[in-house]
């Protein structure tokens, strides 16, 4: 699971994945519901990509409104093809690229919640599997949106340090450069499924989050 991430500079983004820098401000950390960078094919059978202003938290199209009662933020694997929120963006493949510099998660080794964060030893900008929709609103405004699709990760070595001890660790997709194109452009849900995987923890740091940004809301172990 992942309900918090740092967002990387304009710039990086640009740099990394050959777009224009993103021309709208979003905060450096981002939490859901708050606006970030999201990458998705600029049109259907196109290899391009388009970078959009979106919101973290998939709001469904056909929700009343973008202040849901649930958490979208996360989309289990296991029932991402079923469940009302996420099942037709699934089916329609609208798969995305979320830009991350790190994500954080609550670690316990200490006996107490502590926001450990994680990322590239490189200290590079790494991408997300992501899974997004397109709400209208009434007016005609659109809001783009995104959820983070989750995996078990009992067995992985680095994300089976967090979450709460006798809960089930959940992680992200972090996708290689070498499989960016596969998930923007999976055709099956047996394409998709096969890139929903765990990632290399040897490519990966980790510790606790500098005190400069301690302010990441309470130690609440939300599920995913």
């Given amino acids: ?19 224009p820098a993103p021309d709208f401000e979003y905060p450096e950390h981002v939490y859901k519901g708050y606006v970030a960078p ?23 199209f056909f929700a009343e409104s973008t202040k849901l009662k649930y958490d979208t933020f996360n989309a289990r694997s296991e029932t991402i093809a079923t469940l009302d929120s ?3 963006p699934w089916r329609r493949r609208q798969f995305c690229l979320v830009p991350m510099q790190a994500f954080v998660e609550p670690n316990y080794e200490s006996g107490k919640s502590q926001w450990w964060q994680i990322g590239r030893q490189d200290g590079g900008v790494m991408a997300v599997a992501g899974l997004y929709d397109r709400w209208t609103s ?3 405004e659109i809001y783009w949106s995104f959820t983070l699709p989750t995996l078990n990760a009992d067995e992985h070595p680095l994300m089976r340090r967090f979450h709460k001890p006798g809960k089930e660790k959940r992680s992200i997709v972090v996708l290689p450069p070498s499989r960016y194109d596969a998930w923007l452009d999976a055709k099956s849900d047996e394409d998709a499924r096969t890139l929903i995987q765990l990632f290399d923890e040897t490519e990966f740091t980790t510790g606790p989050v500098e005190s400069a940004q301690s302010d990441i809301q ?4 939300l599920g995913g």
């Fill in 86 to 88: 996420f099942r037709l």
């Fill in 38 to 60: 999201m990458l998705r094919r600029a049109a259907e059978d196109s290899t391009g990509l388009m970078l959009e202003k979106a919101h973290f938290g998939l709001v469904p």
């Fill in 138 to 140: 009434a007016e005609g």
């Fill in 1 to 19: 699971m992942c309900n918090q991430y740092t967002a990387p500079k304009p710039s990086s983004i640009a740099a990394r994945f050959g777009v």
């Fill in 218 to 221: 309470s130690s609440l172990d």
